[in-house]
């Protein structure tokens, strides 16, 4: 049997550390006694009081607990209280304009060391509001005796257990502003102990909070959760098994909706469905992403990773003939509904696993397409980039969460399949995070 590791000890005192650089996650880097540590809370060219909070073999971590020399001229002071023990945001200490170049540095980076690609020409940052632009988000929820309260809330920072906060910068203010009130609302439920999490989701309208109920609701916490609503313009929705199963308390309220007005369509969603957090953002990146496609009238197209049809209505006003494809049924018939009510019939939906293409499908077999469009979850593209560049089209647009995936995917393009990168940029789609919305464009000769 093999000896156990030990486990080294972490250092007590706090050390002095000079930051070279920033680390993809937005972490400070520093080299202490020839060791790697990342520094949360650190710009480069800072020095800072450290203290370490964990150690490993190939590299430590710490947290700055202050700038003791040459504070970085992009430094800013964070405008909430709880920042640094809430674990939603990482990059409040530095200006915004500072954020997006960092993030535009990452996906060239990542171009450059996965894919061994760059792009042609970069495209100016999509950037918009940097406070209380989040519409969507998931808060959890637990009832802490020994603190005499209800946390509601994000995750600490560096731990599993939720931040003791009282309001959120990020997220829409309606809700941002209202953490005490909620905290105090399920405070006050027999259930209080049963909620687990609050789903947030508002559209340009309305307003919902899905409460995931482990068990059933008596009528009086129900009565309690329905006052609430009426008090505060929030539709009230329980969710007591899967995001199939929640339902409005009211059974009458109107549909969360929202416009793309650029091309005048509007889209229903459920308040569990999948859409994005900064509805100004979405609006222009939709209007980017066609741009750069720039579909014709009776060209064929083709949009992987559909979802509610966000790309895809805006496609069809284009006059192109457009086949969209999701892998989650609930979706596709939203999207089917969304053409339906929008007036759109020159879209044709299907459901399909694209992380297991079926070359048989019928949208793919044999088919041709002009232009494609692709949004995938942050796995990326990778088993469907094959299909893809079978299908002959010569122009190719690839929304992307996660720049590493990106990379990966366009190297596989040009290397593999000869396309171009032409294109790329980032959009500020979660201000204040290391996370990076990005767009890139591929064409390929004839």
């Known amino acids: 049997m093999g000896r156990r590791r030990r486990r080294q000890r972490l250092p007590e005192e706090p050390v002095t550390a000079t930051i070279e650089s920033l680390s993809h996650e937005g972490r400070g880097i520093a080299r202490i006694e020839g060791k790697t540590v990342f520094v949360d809370n650190a710009l480069p060219g800072e020095t800072v009081r450290m203290r370490y909070r964990s150690v490993g073999k190939r590299f430590d971590a710490g947290i700055a607990e202050a700038v003791i020399a040459d504070p970085a001229p992009e430094r800013v002071e964070p405008a909430c209280a709880f920042y640094g023990l809430c674990g939603g945001c990482s990059l409040q200490h530095m200006a915004p304009e500072a954020q997006i170049r960092f993030k535009q540095q990452t996906l060239a980076e990542a171009f450059e060391h996965i894919g061994k690609v760059a792009p042609r020409h970069w495209l100016e940052p999509l950037t918009g509001p940097v406070w209380g632009y989040r519409q969507k988000a998931r808060l959890g929820v637990r009832n802490v005796p020994k603190k005499g309260r209800v946390l ?263 290397h593999e399949h000869g396309y171009t990168l032409e294109q790329a940029g980032v959009m500020d789609m979660f201000p204040h995070t290391a996370h990076v919305e990005s767009i890139a464009l591929f064409t390929r000769e004839g």
């Open 152 to 414: 509601v809330g994000f995750r600490e920072k560096f731990s599993q257990y939720l931040a003791d906060m009282r309001s959120c910068e990020v997220l829409d203010p309606r809700v941002g502003h209202r953490l005490e009130a909620l905290s105090e609302l399920i405070g006050s439920l027999e259930a209080k102990s049963r909620i687990a999490q609050i789903e947030v989701a508002i559209g340009d309208e309305q307003a919902a909070l899905v409460f995931r109920n482990l068990d059933p609701l008596n009528e009086a916490d129900q009565a309690r959760l329905a006052a609430f609503g009426e008090q505060s313009g929030f539709q009230i929705w329980l969710q007591p098994g899967g995001p199939d199963t929640a339902q409005p308390l009211d059974p009458d309220v109107p549909p969360l909706e929202y416009a793309l007005p650029e091309f005048n369509v509007r889209l229903r969603f459920r308040p569990t469905d999948f859409t994005q957090v900064n509805a100004e953002i979405n609006r222009r990146m939709v209007g980017r992403a066609l741009d750069l496609l720039a579909p014709e009238p009776g060209e064929r197209v083709l949009e992987l990773f559909c979802g509610l049809g966000n790309f895809s209505l805006p496609l069809a006003r284009s006059g192109a003939d457009i086949v969209a494809v999701e892998g989650e049924a609930g979706l596709v018939q939203r999207a089917r509904e969304n053409a339906e009510r929008n007036g759109i019939d020159n879209v044709t939906f299907h459901v399909a696993n694209l992380f297991e293409p079926d070359p048989d499908a019928p949208w793919l077999r044999g088919q041709h397409y002009d232009r494609i469009l692709f949004d995938p979850p942050r796995s990326g593209a990778v088993e469907i980039l094959p299909f893809v560049a079978a299908t002959g089209a010569r122009r190719l647009v690839y929304v992307s969460c996660n720049p590493a995936t990106l990379a990966r995917d366009a190297g596989i393009l040009v």
